[in-house]
């Protein structure tokens, strides 16, 4: 674990070598044309669900203060929600806050990291950022996670955390549950396993969650950006034992806005007819999408999140660029997968004018 000294110090690199917001935008080309529609960051077209933006609506007038106290009840409707303690959960800005704590909680300059490799960068920037190794394990040939060889990188650096992103950004591609089972079983008693779960609501996968409950050296995120529509409102959490949410807390440097906590609040109740309805309407999307690349005779990932990556036999740098200049502003460069395209999936409208221009951009 390194000091709350050395943490400040860090976020100041996390943040030269790019926070979410960056990696979520760049590169973008020089010009935009008005009305270009984005489906480059995995959000969610539907936004906040009606209660959230009405508990928005009422807490306007109450932003004026921190509501520090009033943050106890968001703790006990989320760990209620997930059948934990609030001494379980910690609530930060998306899910990118506790990830950050996990990173400086659990990991040292002598306890690197292991991460899939590509994979959601910020757990790798944060710990390359304040001098902590980044150890990245190449995907497994169904592009999730190798959890095997995971699990002797870990064995073999004295990694003090392994990350998995399940289902990975940006393959959109699965690691089965019995894997995260059997990695969660084989890591060294020293090394957290922390799976990033922010897309885990758009596919029938197993969650992680259980070994929080056994109270393994387990940590799994959640967020509200994704399938509840609130990127923008920046708010989610990790559940884990308490001790290591303990060993976390001290890493995070605020509370989420008190319109953020108020949605939660408001949404929650609802949830189970929330996730289930937008659910259905995103894989109507990605089913239809799907069919398309087919038809089209286009190689792509077998999808479980709110994006599709396929392959584009050229630079997705170069047709990224030409997309934009069509209005149409998807995916960015992955490497290793350079040739590979990610787009998130908007609405139908969206997607039937992504079409078009993939056409026109590369013949097809």
């Known amino acids: 674990m390194i000091s709350r000294r050395r943490f400040a110090r860090s976020l100041a690199a996390a943040v030269a070598l790019g926070g979410e917001a960056a990696f979520a935008q760049r590169p973008l080309p020089p010009s935009i044309p008005p009305g270009a529609i984005w489906l480059n960051a995995n959000e969610n077209p539907d936004g906040p669900p009606t209660a959230a933006l009405e508990a928005i609506q009422s807490a306007i007038p109450t932003s004026g203060r921190y509501h520090f106290a009033f943050f106890r009840e968001v703790y006990a409707a989320i760990a209620h929600s997930e059948g934990l303690a609030p001494e379980q959960v910690l609530v930060g800005a998306g899910s990118s806050e506790p990830l950050h704590a996990a990173v400086h909680a659990f990991s040292s300059p002598s306890r690197p990291v292991v991460v899939m490799d590509p994979t959601f960068e910020l757990v790798g920037a944060a710990a390359e950022g304040c001098g902590i190794p980044v150890i990245r394990v190449p995907l497994a040939p169904s592009y999730g996670a190798d959890v095997k060889r995971m699990a002797a990188a870990a064995e073999q650096n004295r990694a003090g955390l392994v990350y998995v992103c399940n289902p990975n950004n940006p393959t959109s591609a699965a690691t089965p549950k019995n894997e995260i089972d059997w990695l969660a079983a084989n890591l060294p008693r020293e090394t957290v396993l922390v799976v990033d779960e922010a897309y885990i609501h758009f596919t029938s996968l197993g969650s992680a969650l259980e070994h929080v409950h056994k109270g393994r050296s387990v940590v799994v995120a959640r967020t509200f950006s994704k399938i509840y529509g609130m990127a923008g409102l920046r708010i989610g959490f990790a559940c884990a034992r308490a001790d290591l949410i303990e060993r976390m807390s001290p890493f995070r440097p ?68 030409e997309l934009a200049r069509r209005g149409v502003v998807a995916g960015r460069p992955f490497p290793p997968l350079t040739q590979m395209l990610r787009v998130t999936l908007g609405t139908p409208a969206e997607m039937e004018r992504f079409k078009q221009a993939y056409e026109e951009v590369a013949k097809v």
């Open 254 to 321: 605020s509370v989420p806005s008190i319109l953020a906590g108020r949605a939660v609040l408001a949404v929650l109740p609802d949830a189970p007819k929330i996730l289930s309805e937008r659910k259905a309407r995103l894989v109507a999307v990605r089913d239809d999408f799907c069919a398309w690349l087919k038809v089209k005779q286009i190689r792509y990932i077998e999808p479980h999140g709110n994006f599709v990556m396929f392959e584009t036999g050229r630079e997705a740098r170069e047709l990224g660029s």
